[in-house]
């Protein structure tokens, strides 16, 4: 079995291409799985140990995967587990965490805009929704009894690098 965070699946047309790398329990890959890579020749099951989009705004960073609003946070929830879905050696996921990080960050210093609900429990209610809408279906969608949600989220694209800093 193959443990996956934040694996890409098929982002390429907002530039979030094919070869995009995946990280393993064992460390970084190269490879893609938008092909079913590894599982189809290895026989390996998929589990995604954790994953996320994240929105800059309300004093917090966006996170490592980002798209451009709110909304788009429901879209992208569709998108990912369904695909993943898809694949016949897909046996789950988890979102990474319930709440957001705190503003002030973290121990490692994220402050990321990536809960379920703020930090006054207030719910995403966008991404909420998707997420009942994508659970009623997952089943249905690994059994290939119907499609998989094909809407490609809007990603945003993170800030250059500033080339004076090294």
């Known amino acids: 079995m193959r443990g996956l965070e934040l694996a890409q699946w098929g ?20 490879e893609s799985l938008d092909d079913g890579g590894d599982s189809r020749r290895h026989g390996a099951a998929i589990l995604i140990g954790e994953f996320h989009f994240g929105v800059p705004g309300r004093g917090l960073a966006a996170g490592l995967v980002q798209v451009r609003e709110q909304a788009e946070r429901g879209v ?3 998108y990912y587990p369904e695909q993943a879905a898809a694949f016949p050696a897909f ?3 988890s979102w990474s965490q319930w709440i957001d990080q705190p503003c002030t960050g973290r121990m490692v210093g994220e402050n990321y805009n990536i809960g379920l609900v ?3 429990n207030r ?3 966008e991404l909420i929704e998707a997420m ?11 059994n290939g009894t119907i499609a998989s949600f094909d809407t490609k989220p809007r ?4 800030p250059a690098a500033n080339p004076l800093k090294r």
């Not at 390429?12 to 393993?24: D, F, K, T």
Request: aromatic letters at 8%; proline letters at 9%.
């Open 76 to 78: 992208a929830y569709r």
């Open 118 to 120: 703020d930090v006054s």
């Open 11 to 30: 982002w390429e047309a907002q530039g979030y291409g094919r070869s995009q790398p995946a990280a393993e329990a064992g460390g970084p890959r190269s």
């Open 155 to 158: 990603a945003r694209r993170p």
């Open 123 to 125: 719910p995403y209610l």
């Open 91 to 93: 046996i789950g996921s």
């Open 132 to 142: 009942r809408n994508t659970h009623r279906r997952i089943h249905d969608v690994h």
